[in-house]
């Protein structure tokens, strides 16, 4: 499997205006109550929000789009030259004027999508039309690598914490060089063996070609790198084992034997999936070839050994191959008939590239099953430890695969090998006309696990001075219309209703005496139940911060301390101040407070920290209006105003 890996294009030296297009509007998460959500209400008025009710659901007033461009990302345009002319936040792009070096200079920025003369015309973003419909923007700075998991829908269960966490994931392949390279030495590989050299080594060993472990550290990249503003892998919070089978110096039978062997370590590992991106159809002179009939998925060393572990429940992805356009050129093990057998497309239109191989299987069966792109994806390259590139080809798609799969199971961690595979195929892109180049066609993710059921996140556990935040994020297809949390401790149970803001789900608990907690939720929508987890239950310590991967605890705060209803005593009174003058009288005798500001949709308008020894705050409302003003202080204690500004 040839890894081709592509440069940056040159820029053109042309002079002038430009429009720089950014990649994001910058770090955080776009949710309710969180500080980008609380930048995109500032952009709007009052009267626009009203308009906007006309002809938008209730949750779509405001969007990601009405969020400003990223300050950051300003000021470095500046200081690289560039003087801002125009801000256009729906289309995240600026007008700049700058000379061509300077364009040249900002294209190799890692935030910038595009740079481009304004005497181009703006082509509406196609792509957009089948991946950027996902409902949640992602968590993490993607830089390069955001396409390749938006088209299949990932970053949207980023958004709601689950990249993995609690899924095993194997992967057989050239060799892995991890431990060097900065976006993979972090991640957390349980085990790892050579079944070439036999010993626990998969990097290169005195003997193998230099280029031996290139392809496998590209594969496992995909599926776990971790490096911000650069590649980010789609199941980067999932533990992995490696396995080396493939000896690139030749193409021999005792290859497909020792990713046999690999397949049965994995199971007996306790593997949920298994990532191959390797194929063999052609073998060395000296070697017995397989005739075409072969490949009918239950005669070759290698698809029989899949059958057999898709049998005890480990999901093999497999990559459909790179043997051109043709059709029956799916070989072993892609044409074993449990395996998830991907192809590959192009770009986010869709394309197909000729080198992705085709079915159907020797047998008549269709394959491939779903693809993904395999087109310039983002990956590391073993040049550097910072070494990064883009490579093509079925290989790189298969993870991609893989980290739908990853994710899946951990939103649904008992689905089996054959449910995994109907719910991918079932929110594809070509579902309605499925065909022999890339099967059902490119997967949202996302849908699949809320065609499932409850999307909840791993639990959120905060500890604060004398209480601690506790809570998980959760969606459905419909709106979350109770969240319950049931606690055991010191054999008593206590049963209680969540706050919500977006799809966080909250509720903040005194700290007492016993630091260790048994806990789970309970969610509906109104037409399915979920109770989180499935069985038994989760066991944490509330003097431990625990946050799913790559979350922010002071995100989770802001929304918390802005949105959540609460279970501490309150009183609520009226009040009414002019707008030239709002100050609002602190209650008597509180210290350590905030002061939280509310439109009657409950939007964050501000939050205050109020001074020590204060008698009054000045509420920051620049419009006249009823808003709803809470007090907290720091013994958990509410006092709320209904305040007329008039």
């Excluded at 149970?493 to 939720?521: K, M, Y």
Aim: proline letters at 6%.
């Amino acid at each position: 499997m040839l890894i081709a890996l592509v440069g940056i294009e040159a820029a053109s030296q042309q002079l002038g205006t430009y429009r720089v297009v950014f990649r994001d509007k910058g770090p955080g998460v776009f949710l309710p109550g969180s500080a980008l959500y609380r930048a995109a209400e500032r952009e709007l008025d009052t009267r626009a929000i009203e308009r906007r009710k006309k002809v938008l659901p209730p949750d779509s007033l405001v969007t990601i789009e009405d969020a400003p461009l990223y300050e950051a990302y300003l000021e470095d345009v500046a200081r690289s030259g560039g003087r801002i002319l125009l801000r256009l936040r729906w289309r995240n792009y600026a007008v700049i004027e700058c000379d061509g070096a300077t364009a040249d200079r900002l294209r190799q920025k890692p935030y910038i999508r595009a740079v481009e003369p304004t005497s181009a015309l703006l082509r509406p973003q196609e792509h957009s039309t089948w991946w950027l419909a996902q409902e949640q923007p992602g968590p993490y700075r993607y830089g390069e690598s955001l396409e390749q998991l938006a088209m299949v829908g990932l970053p949207s269960l980023h958004a709601l914490g689950i990249a993995g966490d609690g899924v095993l994931v194997g992967l057989i392949d050239t060799g892995f060089r991890w431990r060097v390279h900065e976006a993979l030495r972090s991640r957390h590989v349980v085990a790892e063996r050579d079944f070439i050299q036999l010993d626990t080594n998969t990097a290169n060993e005195e003997g193998d070609p230099a280029n031996q472990d290139n392809h496998g550290t590209a594969v496992f990249s995909v599926v776990a790198g971790w490096y911000p503003d650069s590649l980010i892998g789609g199941a980067p919070c999932a533990s992995f084992l490696l396995a080396k089978t493939e000896n690139i110096a030749s193409e021999r039978h005792l290859e497909e034997d020792a990713l046999a062997a690999a397949l049965e370590w994995l199971e007996a590992r306790g593997a949920d999936v298994v990532n191959i991106s390797l194929g063999y159809g052609v073998f060395d002179s000296t070697e017995a070839q397989y005739n075409p009939s072969d490949f009918d998925g239950r005669t070759t060393i290698a698809s029989v050994a899949v059958e057999e572990a898709v049998r005890r429940g480990m999901i093999c992805v497999v990559a459909a191959g790179n043997s051109g356009d043709a059709p029956q050129t799916i070989f072993a093990p892609a044409d074993a008939p449990s395996a998830i057998t991907v192809g590959a497309v192009a770009n986010a239109q869709l394309e197909i590239p000729r080198f992705t191989s085709r079915g159907p299987t020797a047998d008549g069966r269709l394959k491939p099953d779903v693809a993904a792109l395999g087109v310039n994806v983002r990956t590391t390259i073993n040049a550097s430890p910072l070494g990064f590139g883009v490579g093509s080809g079925t290989s790189l798609a298969t993870p991609i695969i893989t980290s739908c799969v990853a994710a899946l199971l951990e939103a649904h961690p008992t689905l089996t090998p054959a449910q995994v595979r109907e719910l991918l195929q079932s929110q594809a892109s070509s579902a309605s006309e499925p065909n022999t180049a890339i099967g059902f066609g490119v997967p949202n993710v996302y849908r699949s696990a809320l065609q499932w059921g409850i999307v909840c996140s791993p639990p959120i556990i905060i500890p604060q001075a004398d209480s601690v935040l506790v809570g998980i994020a959760a969606t459905s297809l419909t709106p979350i219309t109770s969240a319950e949390l049931t606690i055991e401790s010191t054999g008593r149970t206590e049963q209680i209703r969540l706050g919500s803001a977006g799809n966080l789900h909250f509720v903040r608990i005194p700290r007492q005496g016993n630091d260790s907690l048994r806990l789970w939720f309970m969610l509906s929508d109104g037409q399915r139940t979920r109770r989180h987890p499935v069985t038994d239950a989760f066991y944490v310590r509330t003097s431990d911060t625990l946050l799913p991967c790559g979350w922010q605890r002071e995100s989770i705060n802001a929304i918390a301390d802005s949105r959540m209803q609460e279970s501490a005593p309150l009183t609520q009174s009226g009040i009414a101040l002019p707008l030239e003058q709002p100050y609002l009288p602190i209650p008597q005798r509180w210290v350590g407070m905030r002061c939280a500001v509310f439109d009657l949709q409950l939007r964050t308008r501000a939050i205050v920290t109020v001074p020590l020894g204060a008698e009054r705050v000045r509420l920051p409302i620049e419009q006249r209006g009823t808003y709803l003003v809470r007090f907290e202080n720091s013994d958990g204690g509410i006092v709320s105003h209904l305040v007329l500004v008039y």
